[in-house]
Structure formats: structure tokens, C-alpha cells
């Protein structure tokens, strides 16, 4: 009875929901007579008569043509209705099938230029003076506070002039997006391309407060009189997929995008060249926001300040975040840096990994797992003598394979990149094709499809054995270490570990959530089940912190002194073992042996944590001490490195020459002691991967 009610239940929902998304058809092409909009050939010639009576769920599917707004005003704009379907890229009837559907062919175009006068120019600044462009429409296409129902699909939006004065942030409306604003809401737009439009803000786009997500689209030739020659994203949320920002221009900071205003930009496949801003941020600038960037292009973008490619925060110094991961940099010049942060927001806010950066203006001092000597890339670009950026292929060379884009094919080089297979051992590789060696590359096209493939001399397998992991045509113990390390991933318990900043660690299952040594915590999260304290120094043993986490079950656990000051909880010892369920608990010793603040006698302790599939170290206040030798198995090891109360870095290098970890991640640096150097002399100098957390990060294990 209760599932035949479940399914009239979900009947009725499903009706609801197709209530509303089934709409009519709506016909727009240049060629009908002009009618219904019912058929082709009854088809509205104008867009904007299409717009005036499309509904929710209706879908318009435009022929190639050139489309004006409405009214011959320069405040005229297609007002895209929420939950409205626009796709352009159509034969329509000047071609033998009408349905006949090609984007790059059957160019849609939403054009600004009421007058059909507009001229083209040779820099993009040329557009804000430009007299053919004076009467042109401020705003090509608006969208108020649309769902992700609304898609724009197969566009190539132009001419937008926005010259009117105002404040953007105060009013949302003049100021910038010469070819689109977006206030509020989430549409979709794919296969669109933005073309010579200008604004004072966003050449092309002005997204205030809203959350659009962009796939496949092109930035080219747009222009801003201040800053984001293509894209400001103002407070919101807004998603760049397989998109290409090129040679955009910014008179202030952000040649290509700008990121403001607590807003959160993410970036993915992207490709950003041949952006110039006089300002901040040849390619992008974020003031006050979060940036996350993957399997991105940074190839000669150009700064008249700082950040050739990236510019990370400005002289008021409000909160930014970047993670830079698996991205290619190159060609890209400022005054000074390619990727740039203000003073006041150092690392970790800021988080670079498998990047290869080579070849700019001047050099980036980052961790490990990058690279910042020759990729040997399948084509470098190059400035030509006019200054302009040539771009180049940045697939890897490989003797045993290469991805050929032009050629839509694979290729054999004579040398091999050593960017292959230089990745993390423990990330998996993802869709890189065999042979991939076991062990992801570093760079734009690492972990995908187009990955360059691993070369062991011999050329290709004659046979593919079973077994050989890496495919260098033998199956011997590399393949079984490469298997030993990846054999956890698929684990159905995934165990979570985040940085806290100092010694301060969160670790949690779906079953159980464990902080150690909570310090400096902002918020009341209020969810451990456990608080392990390594000792009783007040940077370890915050009673104020452990109120923020704990809720009504928590329990500490921690050496005796501790225990009696918080007044509950569970003493543990060096040595001993304590199984909570979930969780087993084994405490190691941590002391001094050429110092006096944390003496052996206190029985002060360091922490292995077993939870499901994996051993965590993490090894409280302690130097590099014997009991090391013995913890067995390590997943992961976190280690101090700040010296003068623990191990220097170099100290803890060497003791990951005792635990052999398979990751070792460094602590006690960055707040009371020690600094982001000493984490990275510790990356060089260790025996095993590291990773060099930003505080709040968290990663899978
Ligand atoms: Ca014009
Ligand atoms: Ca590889
Ligand atoms: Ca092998």
C-alpha cells in the first residue's frame, strides 16, 4: 500500500513537472513572410516578436541572420524571458533543410548596431570612440533573475555599447555588459561567443548576484573602459567550462575576467590568452572572492601592473582564495609577476599544484608538483615584432603519443616531455590514455583524454599484458606498486581531512568526526565526536576552541595534564591503544631531545588514527625522536616544521625517512611559528610526496 503510494506520489510530481517544461516551438527566421511563428515557413523574421510571446518552457529556434532589438533606442535590449529557450544555428529556409543545424555555419547573431553601421577595428579600445558604434544599443541581451531552465544556445552576441555612467554594484544596471547582463538568477549558456562588445565595466558580460554557468563559449576582441574586458562577475557564482577568453582588453585590471565582491569564479578547461588590461591581471583579476581553476590555458595575457596572468587581491587586502590546479602558464608579462597575490594575502590562500609555469615575464617560486623549466610543449606561442600574442599547442611532446588538435589526430614526437607522469602518484590519473604510466602528468591536459602518453623506450607494446599498469610491456613490481597505491581510491568510506591552520586538523568519516588540536576556529561547527590534545600548551589545548566543536556527546582525549585541566574525559599514553569503534586510537610519544619545552617526563603525546582503510599520523610537538621508526604503515603523516618548539623542516624531512609515509603534510607553520618557506624547504627536502595545505582546505584521502 505505501509504495503504491509512493507512485501515485511520484506521478503526480512528474506531471507537475512536465506541466512545465512542455512548451511550443517557436520559429524565427529572416526568410519567412512572417506569421505565427508556428513552422519555418511561417516563422517570425524577427527575434524580438518571438521574445514578445514565448512563455516558460517554449523554445525558439532562430536561423542564421543578424537580429536587432525592438525599438531604435539605445536603452533597447532582448529581454530573455526565465525558463526560455534560445537556439540559434539553423539553416532555416535560405538552406535545402531548414532544420539543418550548424553554429559556426549558420551564424545567429544578436547584434547591437541599430543602425547596421558599425565599423570594425583593429584594437578592441578602438570600440569606446569608435563613431559608427554611438548609437549602438547599451545592453545586446538582459536577463532578470533567470533559472537554469533559461538557455541561450548557438548565439554570437555583438555590438553592445555600454557608455552610461553609474555604479553597477549600487544599481545593477548601466555601467557595464555591453553584450549581456545578467541580474540574478542561474541561466545556461552554451556554444555562445561574445564579439566586440564594450562597456565600462564587463565588455561583454556584467553578472551581478547571480550564478550563470557558461560552456563552450568565446570571449574575443571586447572591451572595458575600466576593468574586465570580457566578464565581471560581481558577488554570485559564476562557472566557465570549455570556454575561451582571447584577446580581450581591459583599461584598468582584468584584461579577460574580473572576480569581485564575494563573488565565486570557477574556471575549468578553459583557455585565456592574449588578454591585456593597463592595470592588475593581464587575464584575470579577483579582488575579494574565491577562484578555482582547472586544466586551464594562461598563454600571453598582459599586464601594465602586476599578475601578467592572475592578479590576486588589491591594497585593501579583503579575503581572496585561489587554487590553481593542473593549469599551463605561459608567455604571460607584467611588471611584475605572472601570478600575483597583494603582500597582505600570503599563502596559504593562495594554492598552485601541477601547474607547469614557464616561460613569462618573470619566474613563480611554487611547491612541489609544478614545473617551471621546459615542458617541451608541442608549440610554444610567441609575442610577434608588432607585440602581438601568436598562441601556440600546449599538448606535451611524446615519442609514444601526442594529441594532434589541428589534426584531430594522434601524433609521435622525437622527445618526450618530462611533465609526463611528473604528477602526484597518489591522485589518480583519471582518463588518460594508455599507456599512461600509473601516474598522472603535470599541465592543462593532464588527467584527460588528451593527456600525452607515457614513453619507456621500447615504442608500443606488441601485446597488451595483463597486469602491466604502466605500460612500459612488463609486468614487474613498478605495476605493483603503482596498483598498491591507487588500490584504496574506490573505497566506499571516504575519509576527509582538512588543515585548520597551526596543528589544527578536522578528520571525519560518514560514521565519525575527529578534530585535533583545534585552534583559531572560526565559526561553531559543533559536530566532533572526538578532540584529541597532543599536550597542554595553549596552542593545542584551547579549551574556547574544543566549546566551538564540541556538541553534547564529544569526548577528549589527551595526555593526563590535560584531562584533569578540562576536568572529562580520556587520558591516553604513549603506547597505548584505545579502540572507540569507529575509530582506533594509538598514542606516540612526542618530546623534545634538544630542547626543554616539551619534556619527555610529561608523557605529552602525538597521535596514529585508524579509520577505516587508512593510518594517520599526526605527530603533536615533538622532535625527530626513535618511536618513529615504529608506527608501521602510514597513510598519512603530519609533521611539524616551524622549528624552535619542534623539528625544523629539515629535521622533519628526515623523519620521513623513518615513518615513510605515503603523504606527508606540513604543520606548527604559518601562525605562532615557522613559515611557508619551511614548509617548502620541507617539500624539497622529504623522502615522500607532500602536500603543503592551505588553512581550510580539505582533501580526500
Ligand atoms: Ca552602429
Ligand atoms: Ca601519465
Ligand atoms: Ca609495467
Known sequence: MKKARTILFAVVILSVCCELVIGKVIYVDPSASGGTGATWQDAFTQLHAALAVAKAG????????????AQQVRTATFTIPSGVVIRGG??????????????GRYRTVLSGDLAGNDVTVADPCQLWTEPSRMENAYNVVTLNNADPSTILDGLVITGGLETRTGNPRLDGGPGGGGGMVINGGNPTILDCSFVSNAGRSGGAILCINAGPRMSRCRFEGNYALTEAGAVVAKAGDLTLEDCQVVGNVAGTDGGGLVNRDSARLSLKGCSIAGNRSSGHGGGIFAHNGTVTIDHCIFAGNKAGANGGAIKIGDAFGAADRLSLNFCTV???IARVGVVHWQGALLPP??????????????????????????????????????????????????QAGRWDPAGQTWVQDDVTSPCIDAGDPLLPVGEEPFPNGGIVNIGAYAGTWQASKSYFGNGPCQTILAGDINGDCKVDAMDLQLLALHWLEDHKEKVHLQWLGHSAFKIWTSQVVIYVDPYKISGSPGDATYVLCSHSHGDHY???????????GTQLIGPADVISSY?????????????????????????????TNHPKANNWLGFVIEIPGKRIYHAGDTDLIDEMKGLGLIDVAMLPVGGTYTMNATEAATATTHIQPRLAIPMHWGTIVGSLADAQTFAQKAACPVQIMSVGQTIEL
Open 58 to 69: 517554449d523554445v525558439i529556434l532562430v536561423a542564421a541572420g543578424t537580429y536587432r532589438p
Open 567 to 595: 576536568g572529562k574525559g580520556i587520558v591516553l599514553t604513549p603506547g597505548q591503544s584505545l579502540d572507540l569503534g569507529a575509530v582506533r586510537l594509538i598514542g606516540v610519544r612526542a618530546c623534545n631531545t634538544n630542547k
Open 542 to 552: 584551547s579549551p574556547g576552541d574544543i566549546a566551538k566543536v564540541a556538541g553534547p
Open 330 to 332: 605561459t608567455g604571460n
Open 90 to 103: 539553423y539553416a532555416g529556409l535560405a538552406g535545402p533543410d531548414p532544420n539543418a543545424r550548424d553554429v
Open 349 to 398: 590562500s593562495v594554492s598552485i599544484t601541477h601547474c607547469i609555469i614557464w616561460a613569462n615575464s618573470d619566474q613563480l617560486t611554487v611547491g612541489a608538483r609544478n614545473w617551471s623549466s621546459d615542458p617541451v610543449f608541442a608549440n610554444s606561442g610567441h609575442w610577434d615584432q608588432e607585440g602581438r600574442w601568436i598562441d601556440g599547442d600546449y599538448h606535451l611532446k611524446s
